[in-house]
């Protein structure tokens, strides 16, 4: 036969307690959250202010001194910008293995700015005809905040 | 303390070590040879937001980031 106990009050709110613990400690230290942790300290501080506005920021390529626009994501997230400021060409490349948008982003950006022929040269174009969705925002900016255990970026 | 930054599918794996002790700092530079001869790309940041590739072992560098070689997607 099944029997339910009725929870004391007490011990209710402290197991409320506990899981409000435990879910602000996991989305404190979830890969992700990590991940834009370190990018987030990486970033000029002009990509700091453009990434935490508009969940993208633009960066300039070391060899040819092109524009490029890296967004929030895994793929098919880095668009070649033309002189107006518009998406001309996507190039998809990214680092093997699966790792989180913030740490791809990272990878991209050292990439574009350090090496930017070898990156193009394995990369994968794409006609810039969809939206990137910049759909994270919100988390983005409460971890370049510092609201999700970060720490913001030292000047 | 100069930290060696492992990017993976965790966000990243960080191994602090104190450049004064001999010992870890073989140990660092071991893990330095290894990763970039499996393809991984090392930088370091020389001023905010600006940063280096390296290819070899920078002791005094504060913070060396490791993300694995890159590919078309």
Known sequence: ?155 | MPTQIVMNHNGDTRYHFDARNAEALAKAEERFKQLTGEGFTAAVRTKPGEVIKINSFNPKAEETVFFPRLVGG
């Not at chain 1, 959250?33 to 508009?54: D, H, K, T, Y």
């Not at chain 1, 400021?85 to 350090?114: H, N, S, Y």
Request: glycine share 10%; charged share 25%.
């Open chain 1, 1 to 155: 036969m099944l029997g339910f106990r009725r929870v004391p009050i007490a011990c209710r709110s402290r197991l409320k307690a506990l899981r409000g613990l435990y879910a602000r400690y996991y989305n404190e230290n979830t890969p992700e959250v990590r991940g834009l942790r370190l990018l987030g300290a990486w970033l000029s501080p002009s990509q700091f202010e453009q990434f935490n506005a508009e969940a993208h920021f633009d960066v300039v390529g070391c060899a040819t001194g092109r524009r490029y626009r890296i967004h929030y994501g895994t793929q098919a997230n880095v668009h070649e910008l033309d002189d107006e400021g518009g998406l001309k060409m996507g190039w998809c490349f990214v680092p093997q293995g699966r790792l989180v948008p913030g740490d791809v982003m990272l990878a991209q950006k050292i990439a574009l700015e350090t090496s930017e022929s070898r990156a193009l040269s394995v990369a994968i174009r794409f006609a810039p005809n969809r939206k990137v969705r910049d759909d994270r925002l919100a988390l983005i900016r409460q971890v370049l905040s510092g609201g999700s255990n970060g720490s913001r970026r030292p000047n």
